[in-house]
């Protein structure tokens, strides 16, 4: 069995996460990453927990022939792709930013996966292919909605690409994953988001208000139809979500997987309000936290959350993390990356 697997965006939040949980898990790791959206520091985090230097190549994954160097050095039989941008709100003002770096370097690499005939891939897709669900919460047989940002849209035309390739290729297997919303850290406090500039996700504004460099959290919108007015969504820790793409590779190397192309839920299955998900934050770390209550966003769906059913049947994979335990992981980071400042 080939337990070698090059994990494209490697230093990433997500794919730091998983290069962590592969390699306890046993597998050899190749990261490529160029840093336009993580830190080198990220690979020091990596060492720490796993005791393993890290194989690491700086590389665009936009860049064929960079990349053709990667496939002919190593021979891993796996690839999970992470190298894409991730802030709807930028994609809508840049869109041939996501557009290239988001669609290239995964065409780049599945041609190379095809021309070196290498077998499985997994692919970061999300919860925004669904939209404004109409019956929640949603499986995978929910219709897709069309995108309402190119950050979006990437996600649903890499999931087609996805397909596509893998019927046209014998012995090419694919997963999707769709994440919900990935929140937390590493509990050893040595990884963990590092968002550029003003966070645009809930956590990271969270901790970064707490920890006093951002003056006030607003709560975008508490007029919607929800128990307590603001927006649902389904918040998956980080290393809960680094575990199902270990088993989905997994399911692929050792055979197990029912179609070449599948597709899961990745979340908890329990939908928590930004109301909630606040005052969870401010008892689990014991502290106050400045809020208040600002407009809707421009965009921002009421509710979505994820029928896990699926994931928890076939990859045998489920959050087990306690929500309280993330938000606690999630500060416990924040003071760690202020006190290395
Ligand atoms: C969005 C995308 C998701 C993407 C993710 C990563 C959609 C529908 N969702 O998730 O696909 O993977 O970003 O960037 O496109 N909130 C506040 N105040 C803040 C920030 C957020 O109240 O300062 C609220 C939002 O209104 C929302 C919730 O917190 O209800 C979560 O927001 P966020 O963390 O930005 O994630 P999504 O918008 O759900």
Known sequence: MNKRVLVAGGAGYIGSHTVVELTKAGFEVVIVDNFSNSDPSSLD?????????????EADCCDKEAMRRVFERYDFDSVIHFAAFKAVGES????????????????TILELMKEYGRHNVVFSSSATVYGDAEVLPVTE?????????PYGATKQMSEDILRDMVFATE??????????????AHPSALIGELPRGVPNNLVPYITQTAAGIR????I??????????????????????????????ERMVEG??????EVFNVGTGRPVSVFELVKGFEAANELKLNYKVAARRAGDVTAVWADTTLANE??????????????????????????NK
Not at 215 to 218: A, F
Not at 226 to 245: E, F, K, M, N
């Open 45 to 57: 985090g990596i060492r720490k927990i796993t005791g393993i230097e890290p194989i690491f190549v």
């Open 92 to 107: 809508v003002a840049e869109p041939m930013k996501y557009y290239r770096n988001n669609l290239l370097s995964f065409v």
């Open 141 to 149: 047989l929910t219709p897709r909605k069309p995108a309402t940002s």
């Open 171 to 184: 012995g090419l297997n694919g997963i999707a994953l769709r994440y919900f919303n990935p929140i937390g």
């Open 215 to 218: 003056e006030c959290l607003s």
């Open 220 to 249: 975008f919108g508490d007029d919607y139809p929800t128990p307590d007015g603001s927006c649902l969504r389904d918040y998956i820790d980080i290393v809960d979500l680094a575990r199902a793409h270990v088993v989905a590779i």
């Open 256 to 261: 197990r997987n029912k179609e070449r192309y």
């Open 314 to 339: 076939e990859l045998g994979w489920r959050a087990e993390r306690e929500l309280n335990d993330t938000l606690r992981a999630a500060w416990e980071w924040e003071k760690y990356v202020r006190g």
